[in-house]
């Protein structure tokens, strides 16, 4: 496991790098990847350090390896260019969102996964797109911290237009605003977001954080892409 710095989405097969000290469930993911020709499990062991030195786009690790868990670690190997998916039994809420904060891409829950529920996850990691899993969904609902900014309704209404491909002066026409009126709402979005101590310069940043918060579900932004103006989308 390369401490490698993301260049962009992985194009080709995702190579994955499992820490899981258990060995059923090492055979089990095993035999998951074994017929899918877009992932592929390139290392496996029972610590995060017997798979250090494997490049691999996408490392899958269990929070508890031989009786210690290693939340503390995610950060670390996240600051390192990492993406992280935790996989884990260990499903509480707080759990869960100790982990997202510090830098996990997702978090799958060993009780609920399926074959294709996981290969999904990992595809959308790897490609850098935003990922909701059942765990994740129900920290975000039952969290209450500061670090979640409240957005209006109409702020929440243009970033979801904005989301879906539409340019501020589309969304202006939907909303039956004026465009500079959109500006203000996304830019107040990024503001109360930066306040919150989670900066979103960008637009796919503003994205992630807004779908990380359940503000917007991933298939409310893909849903009505189709329908979207046919006019070049904003990037900022």
């Known amino acids: 496991m390369g401490q490698q ?3 962009g989405p992985v194009t080709g097969p995702v190579t994955v790098a499992l820490v899981e000290d258990h060995q059923v469930v090492v055979d089990g993911v095993r035999s998951w990847f074994g017929t899918h020709s877009q992932v592929e499990l390139v290392a496996q062991g029972p610590t995060i350090e017997s798979v250090r030195g494997t490049p691999a786009d996408v490392l899958l690790l269990d929070l508890n390896l031989n009786g210690t868990m290693v939340i503390d670690r995610v950060a670390e190997l996240c600051a390192g260019g990492q993406r992280v998916i ?3 039994e260990h499903e509480e809420p707080e759990t869960v969102r100790a982990v997202l904060d510090a830098g996990a891409s997702a978090f799958i829950g060993k009780g609920r996964a399926t074959r294709d529920s996981c290969l ?5 990691v790897a490609a850098d797109r935003p990922s909701m899993t059942p765990p994740m969904a129900q920290a975000i609902a039952t969290d209450e911290g500061p670090h979640r900014p409240q957005l ?3 702020e929440r209404a243009a970033l979801l237009f904005w989301f879906q491909s539409m340019s501020k ?3 202006a026409a939907r909303m039956g605003i004026k465009e ?3 500006r203000q709402y996304i830019d107040r979005a990024r ?3 930066a306040a919150a101590g989670r900066p979103a310069p960008t637009k796919e940043k503003l994205l992630i954080c807004a779908i990380q918060d359940g503000l ?3 298939d409310e932004v893909t849903v009505y892409t189709s329908l979207a103006a046919r006019t070049p989308p904003d990037r900022g």
């Open 5 to 7: 710095h993301l260049a």
């Open 86 to 88: 935790v996989f884990s």
């Open 120 to 124: 999904e996850t990992i595809l959308e």
């Open 152 to 154: 209006s309704d109409k």
């Open 169 to 171: 002066a589309s969304v």
């Open 180 to 182: 500079r009126t959109v």
């Open 191 to 193: 503001v109360k977001y």
């Open 216 to 218: 917007l579900q991933p």
